[in-house]
């Protein structure tokens, strides 16, 4: 079993649909990042946490460190959203997760 | 501000040729650096981390070396690459590990 399972492997949208993409893990980490990554494969941070919630525009991010899982949602869907959405965790390392390949349709 | 710098942005090598891929960060100073390899389908995988001028650590046996000649220049090679070193490589950068990661844009090697 991988130390960190994203689920849906693919998910597709249509424009103005909330989001929600799940990240599971199994070892204990000190901070949990979502990440997100275009088609011509460069990787942007999108959070950093380690407790409760951030928000930042239309994405949020929600942590639960008992229940060793955390989400990212994105409200309003929209096309350049499209994106694969990876989770990694850091215990003493980081492991990435495979990644949510999102596309989301006009 | 801080910005990383990878290059190129795709190459394509014969079976035993050399590579070299090359990594820089500008402005910041001591930054942790990392190498890692995305394979088609699959999570990105740590190949090499460094915390300072020389100190290099390798997480996965392999054909590649990194080396790290100056404070904010991360260097991916191999002397003879093979079919499997394909992939999609990624250099970034962090304060400390477990910090906020800033990553390059990526070499997309195929060996042929």
């Known amino acids: 079993k991988n130390e960190v399972e994203q689920s849906p492997q693919n998910l597709t949208a249509q424009e103005g649909e909330f989001i929600t993409i799940n990240c599971s893990y199994s070892?204990?980490?000190?901070?949990l990042h979502w990440l997100q990554q275009h088609p011509g494969g460069g990787i942007v941070s999108l959070f950093m946490?380690?407790?409760g919630k951030k928000k930042h525009g239309r994405l949020i991010a929600t942590i639960n460190i008992q229940e060793k899982h955390s989400s990212l949602h994105i409200t309003a869907s929209h096309p350049r959203d499209s994106a694969v959405y990876i989770c990694?965790?850091?215990?003493?390392?980081?492991?990435f997760g495979a990644g949510t390949i999102l596309r989301v349709k006009s | 501000s801080q910005t990383i710098h990878q290059w190129p942005a795709t190459l394509v090598q014969p079976v035993g040729s050399p590579l070299s891929l090359e990594c820089t960060v500008e402005?910041?100073?001591?930054?942790?650096l990392y190498w890692y390899r995305q394979a088609a389908g699959r999570g990105l995988q740590l190949l090499f981390y460094?915390?300072?001028?020389?100190?290099i650590s390798s997480e996965v046996p392999q054909n590649l070396s990194a080396s790290r000649p100056q404070d904010r220049q991360f260097i991916l090679s191999s002397k003879k690459l093979l079919l499997s070193d394909s992939g999609f490589y990624l250099c970034?950068?962090?304060?400390?590990?477990?910090?906020?990661?800033?990553f390059g844009s990526g070499t997309r090697l195929t060996v042929v």
């Open positions: 970034a950068w962090s304060v400390r590990q477990g910090m906020s990661y800033t």
């Open positions: 070892v204990g980490i000190s901070a």
């Open positions: 460094s915390v300072g001028i020389g100190q």
């Open positions: 946490l380690s407790s």
């Open positions: 990694a965790v850091y215990g003493n390392k980081l492991v």
């Open positions: 402005g910041t100073s001591n930054p942790n």
